[in-house]
C-alpha cells in the first residue's frame, strides 16, 4: 500500500477538522514541536526528518516509522507503540507513561534521560543506543543492562 504524502499545514488543518484517521501517510521535512494531539491514529505512517520535540500525544496509535526524528523532551501518554521503530532518532528526555510498547524497536537512538515506561508482552528491541545514563551499548539487545548484570552475577534466569 502506497502511502499519502501530506504538507504539515494539511494534516494540522485536517486534524483541527477533526480527523483522526491518518493511517499510512508520509510526513516528511515538518516542525510539529510543542503540538498537542489526542486520538490520532498512525499505524503504517511514515515520519521522516520531523521536528517532535515538546510533543504531547495521548490516546495514539503510533504503530508507526520514524526516520531522523526529534522527539527531544516529547510526552507520550496512554498510547500503542507496539512495533513502533525509530531509526537514527533523538529521543533524549522523551517520557512515555502508560504505553504498549511490545516489540518496539529503537535503532541508532539517543535515550539521554528519557523515561520509557509501559508494558508489553515481548520487550523491545535495541541497537546501537544511548542509554538514559549516557552510556552507548553498541549492538543488538532487549536489555539495555546486560552487561552490568554479567559483570555483577545477577543475570540468573535471564539467558
Known amino acids: 500500500m502506497e502511502r499519502e504524502r501530506v504538507t504539515v499545514e494539511e494534516f494540522l488543518r485536517r486534524y483541527a477538522a477533526g480527523e ?9 521535512y515538518a516542525d510539529l514541536s510543542g503540538v498537542e494531539l489526542q486520538g490520532i491514529n498512525l499505524h503504517g505512517a ?38 513502533t521503530r ?27 534521560d528519557a523515561k520509557l515506561s509501559g508494558s508489553g508482552e515481548d520487550p523491545c528491541r535495541f541497537w546501537d543506543v544511548i542509554r538514559e545514563d549516557g552510556v552507548f551499548v553498541p549492538g543488538f539487545t532487549s536489555d539495555l543492562y546486560i552487561a552490568e548484570r554479567i559483570a555483577e552475577g545477577t543475570t540468573k534466569g535471564v539467558f
Not at 47 to 72: G, M, P, Q, T
Not at 86 to 112: A, K, P, Q
Open 86 to 112: 525509530f531509526f537514527d532518532c533523538d529521543l533524549g528526555g522523551i517520557n512515555t507513561r502508560i504505553c504498549d510498547l511490545t516489540c518496539t524497536r529503537f535503532i541508532r537512538v539517543n535515550l539521554r
Open 20 to 28: 483522526r484517521d491518518f493511517q499510512q501517510i508520509l510526513l516528511e
Open 46 to 83: 511514515q515520519f521522516c526528518y520531523v521536528n517532535l520535540s515538546s510533543i504531547k500525544l495521548w490516546d495514539c496509535n503510533l504503530k508507526a516509522e520514524f526516520i531522523y526524528c526529534n522527539f527531544r523532551d516529547a510526552l507520550i501518554e496512554n498510547c500503542d507503540l507496539e512495533s
